[in-house]
């Protein structure tokens, strides 16, 4: 109850074909919902992070950093504002559509985030360097601030791309609109 060599390689050939297919929309998928994916693993990663960093994590050594905060001791505000970065792209995001994405108001508010938020974690790093040297635990530390330049530079990164795919999609949708509108009306 074999198959021929011929319907084996068209089976071989399906799942190839089937495999490719589903790949094709998996990628399809993370890249049109990149705004969201981003802003998860923004919130996710810093915050996970620091509570590695932290010796005992808990509610209460948590507390104490609000309590004692220094701007060169303290790395509480890391993920706080990749936390206020996020909420605040996504909501620009949320209420941006269409003609809203191609042009100013997401590509802007991301780049105003961002920007600000690479400036504020540089500098914050520049002070932090000086006291992380000798300390247990500087390795995480600065895979905090690396964390948080990375996703600062991929949000202006996807914002740009959404931006570029949802111009491109304006064009296509008013050369449509144009070839559309010179055909003569059918008659009925």
Partial sequence: MGFSKEEKSRRILRGFKTVFF????????????????????DTILPSALLSASLSPPSLQTLYSHFTN???RNSLIDIPLISIIR?????CVYSFCDGP????GPYLGTTMICCVSSL??????????S????????????TALFICSLALAIA?????????????????????????????????L
């Fill in 22 to 41: 589903l790949v094709t929309m998996v990628i399809s998928f993370l890249v049109f919902s990149a705004p969201v994916f981003l802003v998860i693993a």
């Fill in 69 to 71: 905060y220094d701007f």
């Fill in 86 to 90: 996020s909420a605040i792209i996504i």
């Fill in 100 to 103: 809203k994405l191609s042009r």
């Fill in 119 to 128: 400036m504020f974690v540089s500098v914050k790093a520049s002070y932090a």
């Fill in 130 to 141: 000086g006291w992380s040297s000798g300390r247990e635990g500087s390795a995480m530390e």
């Fill in 155 to 187: 949000h202006i990164i996807v914002a740009y791309r959404t931006s570029c795919r949802e111009r491109r999609k304006l064009l296509v949708y008013k050369i449509d609109i144009e070839a559309v509108g010179s055909l003569p009306p059918l008659a």
